[in-house]
């Protein structure tokens, strides 16, 4: 047997045996939480799901944001954006990795970032990545258009 064919066969045995996580349920339960930032189940979810220094970056800016700093904010959102949607649009998982483009809406009920939107609503587009060990999220990298958003918002 060739190396090649040694390779190819431990690949399709792997394969077959499931030994590729399927890490998608895990990743899905952040945008559950996003979609209901107040539930208390969902936030357990949510820590079940995270390693303890699981930190969420949306910048170039090197700061992170912590998994408390992030639970914090979702606390926030529920109460400004009561009716807070995050759909998942598509999720592509390769190795450890979860991409995931999804559909936030929403209507403040009170200034967003500065803009009184008149019970105006936003829709944007999200793309996350999230990165896993072990079948847990330790990383998560994303970007929202809340430019579009804002803009949405003010009637623009």
Not at 117 to 124: C, M, P
């Amino acid at each position: 047997m060739t190396l090649k064919s040694l390779i190819t066969s431990a690949i399709i045995a792997t394969s077959a045996t499931g030994a590729f996580a399927d890490d998608t349920a895990t990743v899905t339960t952040f945008y559950d939480l996003l979609s209901n930032p107040g539930s208390q189940e969902l936030v357990a979810e949510f820590q079940a799901a995270t390693s303890e220094d699981w930190f969420s970056q949306g910048d170039y800016s090197g700061n992170n944001k912590s998994r408390e700093a992030f639970l914090g904010q979702m606390g926030g959102f529920a109460q400004l954006i009561p009716d807070l949607n995050w759909a998942i649009q598509d999720i592509h998982q390769d190795g450890d990795t979860v991409i995931v483009r999804s559909r936030a809406t929403g209507t403040p009920v009170a200034p967003f970032f500065g803009v009184d939107g008149e019970g105006r609503s936003f829709d944007i587009m999200t793309i996350d990545i999230h990165e896993l060990e072990a079948g847990v999220i330790t990383r998560t990298y994303h970007i929202e258009d809340w430019a579009g958003a804002l803009q949405q918002l003010a009637g623009k």
